[in-house]
Each structure stands twice: as structure tokens, then as C-alpha cells.
């Protein structure tokens, strides 16, 4: 039973590009997180999402950023216009519910915006 | 506020010790808490879950405990393996004006196991 799947693994963009990040999460997984590590800092919450719905986005920037888990096929992180401070490494985790199961992470996506 | 802080930030020991690593968080009105495992460009790897209910969990070498009056945790790493060095991260998820499901990370203690 593989594990949450995301690539690409790195991610080199120019300022002003659109970086498009894919989360798979694990078989029988319809619950997909997304998270943040900026440079020096913790992981924080950006969206959470079942299929075909964003649940709760409250943690993601209102602007040039959007997410989708569609019926068919991986969960995208969007990035539009990307600048500097956008360098992160993110993380998508999957459960199979809403609560008191465990996350499984991936091994994320380190974005480079030069 | 809901906040989760880790102490401490980083700790250097010799291989064979028993250690500890605190977490602390803001709100006692937590759903479960987990101890996660980061090695270096790596991903998250999950190593326990204590739901809000229990007052401990272990795995091997490790041990778990939730204090949720004094809204602590404490992750216990006995006879500690170069192996073990890692980044241990602790994450909430709060039962209170939050999406369940949805962690809070405190940003985690940096351990190095020397042999």
C-alpha cells in the first residue's frame, strides 16, 4: 500500500511563474491536508479537503493561491505569480476521516522561487 | 490562542540515554495529539497518537504521555540510538473552534545521538 505521493520532489520556479504542486493520498484516503514549512519555522495549516470540496482554507493566502481535490485524480496546490517568499517545502497528508486517525504525510515539495 | 511550543529546541546526548522532550500547548480542549519523526529533507513520519481520552502510548523504545489539565506532553526516548537523531515534531489537534483533523505544529526539538 504505497504512501502519500507527491511530486515533483523539487520545484525551481521564477518570480512571477505558476508552480503547481500533486498530492496522491493513500488508498482509501479521501481526507487531504495541506501544510507549510517556511525556512527556520514550523508547519502550518493551509487547506483541508475531501473530494470535490475545500472544507476549511482558513490557513492558506487569499490571494494567488487555490487548491482542488477533484473527483478523479491527485489534490493541487496552485501558485500563482510566485515570488520569493513563497520557498518552502510543502507537505500534503491524507486520512481516511475527518478526526482521531493519524496523518500520513508525504515527503513534500520544496519550491525554489528564484 | 491556540499555540504549541516545544522545549527544547535542540539536545545533544550520547548514545544509551533515556531523554525526554516537553510539548505544551495553549488550550486543554484537544481531540489527540501526535509525535511526529522529520529527518533531514525528509518527510513526516508518524510515531504515536494519544487521543484526548488516554493518558499514555508507547512503541518500543518510546513513550507517550498527555497531561491535558496542564496541557502537557511528554515524549520519552529510553537507551537512545544514533539512529534516533532526528527533528520531533508534536502536533495538536483542538477540539475547540478548529477544524478536527487540523494540527498544530510546535516546531520541534532537533535531537542528536552521538555514539
Known amino acids: 500500500n504505497a504512501g502519500v505521493m507527491q511530486n515533483p520532489r523539487h520545484l525551481v520556479r521564477r518570480r512571477g511563474q505558476e508552480a503547481r504542486l500533486r498530492c496522491s493520498p493513500m488508498?482509501?484516503?479521501?481526507?487531504v491536508y495541506w501544510y507549510r514549512q517556511l525556512p527556520e519555522e514550523g508547519l502550518k495549516f493551509m487547506v483541508y479537503?475531501?473530494?470535490?470540496?475545500?472544507?476549511?482554507e482558513s490557513g492558506m493566502p487569499k490571494e494567488r493561491f487555490s487548491a482542488e481535490f477533484p473527483k478523479e485524480g491527485p489534490s493541487i496546490l496552485r501558485i500563482q505569480q510566485v515570488v520569493r517568499g513563497d520557498s518552502a517545502a510543502y507537505f500534503c497528508?491524507?486520512?481516511?476521516?475527518?478526526?482521531?486517525?493519524?496523518?500520513?504525510f508525504g515527503n513534500g515539495t520544496r519550491l525554489t522561487v528564484t | 490562542k491556540q499555540e504549541v511550543t516545544q522545549i527544547p529546541a535542540a539536545l545533544s546526548v550520547p548514545e544509551g540515554e533515556n531523554l525526554v522532550l516537553n510539548c505544551s500547548f495553549t488550550d486543554s480542549a484537544i481531540y489527540n495529539l501526535q509525535w511526529f519523526r522529520q529527518d533531514p529533507g525528509k518527510g513526516l513520519t508518524s510515531l504515536l497518537l494519544i487521543q484526548s481520552s488516554q493518558r499514555e502510548q508507547t512503541s518500543g523504545r518510546l513513550n507517550a504521555s498527555l497531561d491535558k489539565s496542564s496541557g502537557r506532553s511528554t515524549l520519552y526516548i529510553a537507551a537512545s540510538q544514533p539512529g534516533d537523531s532526528a527533528t520531533y515534531l508534536c502536533a495538536v489537534s483542538f477540539d475547540r473552534g478548529s477544524t478536527l483533523g487540523r494540527l498544530y505544529f510546535g516546531r520541534g526539538t532537533q535531537l542528536t545521538v552521538w555514539p
Open positions: 479537503l475531501q473530494k470535490e470540496n475545500i472544507i476549511d
Open positions: 488508498k482509501g484516503h479521501s481526507h
Open positions: 497528508a491524507s486520512s481516511p476521516s475527518a478526526a482521531g486517525s493519524p496523518l500520513h
